[in-house]
């Protein structure tokens, strides 16, 4: 075969010749020679294709020998695909203009709609690997009115973080649309202006190796007991309410039970700053880490001068946005333990939370301390596995969370949920889903919202969806927007509320759209009350809910899939899901006790200050 024939529709419409580098078919078809070279490309004439669904197909010209002058050969269909045609892409969206971009993961965002119903959205660079991206964002597509029902056209935005490859001086980004009925919306592609890389701003040296003269001085100072208490520093960039914090948290109570003395520091404060001050532990709120040479330098070297005042023997640290302490335990020459609960590649992390022109040297100091760090620890395995090339082997482990079955116990002993769904005024015998979380884009509350606006009306008048944890912000506010616009029944918007026990008691099943999550707290503590999940399979929460035996799955960022295991969720009998939800808590029970996650702090801590006594 040395030509390809696509045809719309039937018609044919382009040839194309082969012979393009494809290494990836030759893996799969070794013995054929010439596989290595059967790729192909064409272009074809957009806009003068009708609208309406377009079956492309793709067959292969297979010439014979004895084929006749001026016959074409046999043509063998090999490929074949459906896409919406148009005459005019910006009808169901656009790409958002993008200043010139440096090497590495940009973020890419717009507005995109479907003239059916939406499924998910999906971003190419320069023709390679599509990513797909968060969609159900606020933003409109001028003129649209959904054909789905009222309040969609409003939540038409996304945003995917992709990657820009080196070396190229001007990529093309696409975007593709995908509705429920498989068709698909291609938006009109933008070409991007690639920089090159600036030279890296690289820390000054001392910032990079252990400053032997400092740490010898600490070592000194540690080692005489007349000069006070020796203390563990724990480290992390926030004490708000959320997960990450909370599990810290847990050890650092079970610590100070223990009579470790400690001491705090943090990016920034919250609720949890003034509760570890009541305890006598001191606190040291540093701000947001710089990103500029100078800036991360001082920054570092006021976290050493802290830990050298409160006599730290070694360091506990919590988040990826913890590094500019682990750097400054490690300039000491002290020990230090790290969880990581950020399902995230690193690089991509840092560019998303810093944003996209953050240094090179930068990223750099995070990565080196992660390679320099005693021992690495991960919630989940599919966390760890995103680590794996900047952790070396035997210092990285998997420790899962867990989650108080004592005081989830004693609650269930004086609660039941007829009880509380009176307490809280949730219909008795409705169906009730409850996603408890601070709603946020990449939790994806308003996908679940808007997945369960689609619905039958006489599935959803049976149902109650309760999110808990609302706040303020856009995100929050098109979530009000939305289900106000869509006079949504059987949505119930709740702020934010520490006693989360008694919706996990209330509910049926716990839901989440996520995209991104390690190992939620909220799915152990719902498990552990003996709710099922239902849940996209992202990272961690494979390694908790199994569709048919802790709960139910869906694709992420798919909203018919999100829309097909709500309505499976929805049809389960009560039967069926207390079953789920049996296997749920035992599991949670038989794994996740958290006095296995403190001990192993606890044990890292022992051995440090033994190492003084």
Not at 252 to 276: D, K, T
Request: hydrophobic share 45%.
């Amino acid at each position: 075969m040395r030509h390809v024939v696509v045809t719309y529709n039937g018609e044919p419409v382009a040839l194309a010749a082969t012979g393009e580098p494809r290494p990836d078919v030759h893996a799969a078809h070794p013995r054929h020679e010439s596989s290595g070279r059967s790729g192909w490309t064409v272009e074809v004439d957009y806009p003068r294709i009708l609208e309406g669904p377009i079956d492309v197909g793709a067959y292969a010209l297979v010439e014979t020998d004895d084929l006749v002058e001026g016959e074409l050969g046999l043509l063998t269909r090999f490929a074949a695909v459906t896409v919406l045609g148009t005459t005019n892409a910006s009808e169901f969206g656009a790409i958002a203009a993008m200043d010139p971009v440096l090497p590495g993961f940009v973020s890419v965002s717009g507005t995109a709609t479907h003239p059916g119903s939406l499924a998910r959205v999906e971003v190419t660079v320069a023709g390679g690997r599509p990513v797909r991206a968060r969609h159900s964002l606020p933003g409109r597509v001028h003129g649209v009115t959904s054909s789905t029902g009222s309040g969609e056209s409003d939540v038409a935005g996304f945003q995917a973080f992709v990657e820009i490859p080196r070396g190229e001086e001007q990529v093309v980004i696409a975007v593709e649309v995908t509705g429920a009925d498989g068709t698909t919306v291609a938006l009109n592609p933008i070409d991007v202006s690639v920089e090159p890389p600036p030279p890296d701003m690289l820390l000054e040296a001392t910032a990079s190796t252990v400053t032997e003269a400092r740490a010898a001085r600490h070592a000194a100072v540690l080692g005489d007991p007349g000069q006070g208490p020796r203390r563990i520093l724990v480290a992390t960039h926030d004490l708000g309410i959320g997960g990450a914090q909370l599990y810290l948290h847990l050890v650092v109570e079970a610590l100070i039970a223990r009579g470790v003395q400690l001491c705090v520091v943090s990016g920034a404060g919250g609720p949890l700053a003034s509760e570890l001050e009541g305890m006598g532990v001191p606190v040291l709120v540093t701000g947001p880490a710089p990103i500029d040479r100078a800036g991360l330098d001082a920054y570092v070297r006021r976290i050493s001068t802290f830990a050298e005042e409160q006599r730290v023997v070694g360091g506990l640290a919590n988040t990826i946005l913890a590094y500019p302490a682990v750097r400054a335990l490690q300039q000491l020459g002290l020990p230090t333990t790290w969880a990581i609960h950020e399902s995230f590649e690193p690089a991509s992390f840092f560019r998303q939370y810093y944003g996209e022109r953050v240094p090179d040297a930068v990223v750099d100091v995070a990565l080196d301390a992660l390679r320099r760090s005693d021992e690495v620890v991960f919630v989940a395995g599919a966390t760890l596995d995103l680590y794996r090339d900047h952790v070396p082997a035997g210092r990285a482990f998997v420790v899962p969370y867990g989650v108080d079955l004592e005081e989830t116990d004693a609650y269930l002993a004086t609660h039941d949920r007829r009880g509380v769904r009176a307490d809280l005024g949730l219909d008795q015998e409705a169906r009730v889903l409850v996603c408890v979380g601070m709603v946020e884009p990449r939790k994806g509350q308003l996908a679940l919202v808007r997945a369960f606006s689609r619905l039958p009306d006489e599935v959803r008048e049976r149902t109650e969806l309760v999110l808990v944890g609302m706040g303020a912000g856009p995100y929050a506010d098109a979530i009000r927007r939305f289900v106000e616009t869509a006079a949504l029944q059987g949505v119930r918007l709740v702020d934010v509320d520490r006693d989360v026990l008694r919706w996990h008691v209330a509910a049926d099943v716990l839901v989440s759209a996520s995209d991104v999550e390690s190992l939620p707290r909220t799915m152990l503590e719902a498990m552990a009350v003996g709710r099922p999940v239902a849940a996209t399979a992202v990272f961690g929460v494979g390694e908790l809910v199994v569709e048919g035996s802790t709960g139910f799955v869906c694709e992420p960022l798919d909203l018919v899939s999100l829309t097909d295991m709500l309505r499976r969720v929805i049809g389960t009998d009560q039967a069926a899901l207390d079953a789920l939800g049996a296997a749920a808590s035992d599991l949670v029970r038989e794994r996740h006790d958290p006095d296995g996650y403190v001990r192993h702090f606890a044990d890292r801590v022992d051995t440090w200050l033994a190492s003084y006594s």
